[in-house]
T-cell receptor, first 111, second 116 residues
Framework: TQLLEQSPQFLSIQEGENLTVYCNSS?????LQWYRQEPGEGPVLLVT?????EVKKLKRLTFQFGDARKDSSLHITAAQPGDTGLYLC???????????FGTGTRLKVLA | GAVVSQHPSRVICKSGTSVKIECRSL??????MFWYRQFPKQSLMLMAT?????????EQGVEKDKFLINHASLTLSTLTVTSAHPEDSSFYIC????????????FGPGTRLLVL
């Protein structure tokens, strides 16, 4: 059972456009991470958020953790072809060490 | 930064054989390692959590007798797929948690298994 639902599942946009990816759950997480994965490689950590309402920026990427710590969003400004990849959110419940991954969003940015 | 390696990167085997995949933390000690499986165009599914010196904890639906996990040292965990079948073909990824820093896990590059 996937506890973290991501939307959209697939996204194909033109270079320069903005986009937002959502990660939603019915349960509360003590922390949430976002990863990007290229084909045939392991996922690479982009950010970790731990506080409800927290906003973090990484160049053109803006991450937000929901006030109730049940959801998160990733916004990319002026997308570039190099942003193409599989974006994954992963949440951790309080008292555990393991992260549960979301369903994933496959992004393709066309030049 | 912390580096995690996996070996082999790709393996092709015949149905019925066993395959061992190694996961090593190269420059840090990992008290906890995680094993994931990823089918094509899907997300990562946690298979088990491996703690050094103790038995692994398997997720619901994962057969512990089929996927043997050994975490013999703070830098090495192994996953053995026993009597592999074509449906076991997948991308297997490990991650290692830094002792004292449970928020961060470092992922290996993955191992692609193809069972013929």
């Amino acid at each position: 059972t996937q506890l973290l639902e991501q939307s959209p599942q697939f996204l194909s946009i033109q270079e320069g456009e903005n986009l937002t990816v959502y990660c939603n759950s019915s349960s509360v997480f003590s922390s949430l991470q976002w990863y990007r994965q290229e084909p045939g490689e392991g996922p690479v950590l982009l950010v970790t958020v731990v506080t409800g309402g927290e906003v973090k920026k990484l160049k053109r990427l803006t991450f937000q953790f929901g006030d109730a710590r049940k959801d998160s969003s990733l916004h990319i400004t002026a997308a570039q072809p190099g942003d193409t990849g599989l974006y994954l959110c992963a949440g951790k419940h309080s008292g555990t060490y393991k992260y549960i991954f979301g369903t994933g969003t496959r992004l393709k940015v066309l030049a | 930064g912390a580096v995690v390696s996996q070996h082999p990167s790709r393996v092709i085997c015949k149905s019925g054989t066993s395959v061992k995949i190694e996961c090593r933390s190269l420059d840090f000690q990992a008290t906890t390692m995680f094993w994931y499986r990823q089918f094509p165009k899907q997300s990562l599914m946690l298979m088990a959590t491996s703690n050094e010196g103790s038995k692994a904890t398997y997720e619901q639906g994962v057969e512990k007798d089929k996927f043997l996990i050994n975490h013999a040292s703070l830098t090495l965990s192994t996953l053995t797929v026993t009597s592999a079948h074509p449906e076991d073909s997948s991308f297997y990824i490990c991650s290692a948690g830094v002792a004292g820093g449970q928020e961060t896990q470092y992922f290996g590059p993955g191992t692609r298994l193809l069972v013929l």
